[in-house]
């Protein structure tokens, strides 16, 4: 079984109640995550040269769809 299945399974055996708990403290964490992200996009536009910039969206995509994919 992986973390993952395990959490889950940890979280299925919860009360209905912590289980909502549970949920909103993850989406917190998601919605954080993307609000630190657009902040720190929005201080260091303009601050990179051409290419830096591209390189810096690549290695941003990168990193979203090694998020998306594990």
Do not use: W
């Amino acid at each position: 079984m992986t973390v993952i299945e395990t959490i889950v399974r940890g979280v299925q055996n919860l009360p209905l109640r912590e289980q909502v708990e549970v949920a909103r403290y993850v989406h917190r964490l998601g919605t954080s995550i993307q609000q630190e992200r657009a902040e720190v996009l929005r201080r260091t536009r303009g601050v990179l040269d051409e290419a830096d910039g591209q390189a810096f969206e690549k290695a941003m995509d990168d990193a979203r769809c090694l998020e998306t994919h594990g």
